[in-house]
Antibody, heavy 122, light 112 residues
Framework: QVQLVQSGAEVKKPGASVKVSCKAS????????MHWVRQAPGQGLEWMAL????????SYAQKFQGRVTMTRDTSTTTVYMELSSLRSEDTAVYYC???????????????WGQGTLVTVSS | QSALTQPASVSGSPGQSITISCTGT?????????VSWYQQHPGKAPKLMIY???NRPSGVSNRFSASKSGNTASLTISGLQAEDEADYYC????????????FGGGTKLTVL
């Protein structure tokens, strides 16, 4: 069965970076785009970025350009999201989510990771 | 401020039907038939309920239906059940290359 398992919660100081992992299993890793969506406490969902695991190409929301980097390791079927220059407003649960429609950037996320809480606090 | 506009809350009694609206623009909801809806229970990851405006993924109850007219998409839940109490988010593809996916602000559904 399809599973997305994310790394554990992180506490970071302002200005630091965080790298969250998402290990995929149960399907052909390179056949489905992976997206990252975050949710601040008590707030709604916010799309951040996507990666094509087949060739590593990425697309980032303009809001996060220059601060976010998505990478993948096909040997371990894991995608990574690194966010730098953290500020308090980055405190959120970060989700990886697989695109239902394979290699497209459509907003159809059929499988989600369990979420990783990133807390930014001095 | 979210790109898509949803009511903050809706409520209904068990057995009733409710509709949640999601208003965007011609650059997103109105321009493409790429609208989806998610259900999120507290502390859980969102669950895909609708895609391609009105299609249900396998396993989603047929009590959930959706449609679109112009720049507004709608999700209808019929025969409300206690387990339907959750937050609901709409999402749409957009023609903004730097933001291809936008979400609504979410709607809290309370089953009275």
């Amino acid at each position: 069965q399809v599973q997305l398992v994310q790394s554990g919660a992180e506490v970071k100081k302002p200005g630091a970076s965080v790298k969250v992992s998402c290990k995929a299993s149960g399907y052909t890793f390179t056949s489905y785009f992976m997206h990252w969506v975050r949710q601040a406490p008590g707030q709604g969902l916010e799309w951040m970025a996507l990666i094509n695991p087949s060739d590593g190409s990425t697309s980032y929301a303009q809001k996060f350009q220059g601060r976010v980097t998505m990478t993948r390791d096909t040997s371990t079927t894991t995608v990574y999201m690194e966010l730098s220059s953290l500020r308090s407003e980055d405190t959120a649960v970060y989700y990886c989510a697989r695109c239902l429609r394979g290699n497209t950037n459509l907003p159809y996320f059929d499988y989600w990771g369990q979420g990783t809480l990133v807390t930014v606090s001095s | 401020q979210s790109a898509l506009t949803q009511p903050a809350s809706v409520s209904g009694s068990p057995g009733q039907s409710i509709t949640i609206s999601c208003t965007g623009t011609s650059s997103d909801v109105g321009g493409y038939n790429y609208v989806s809806w998610y259900q999120q229970h507290p502390g859980k990851a969102p669950k895909l309920m609708i895609y391609d405006v009105s299609n249900r993924p396998s396993g989603v109850s047929n009590r959930f239906s959706a449609s679109k007219s112009g720049n507004t998409a709608s999700l209808t839940i019929s025969g409300l059940q206690a387990e339907d109490e959750a937050d609901y988010y709409c999402s749409s593809y957009t023609n903004n290359i730097t933001l291809p996916v936008v979400f609504g602000g979410g709607t809290k559904l309370t089953v009275l």
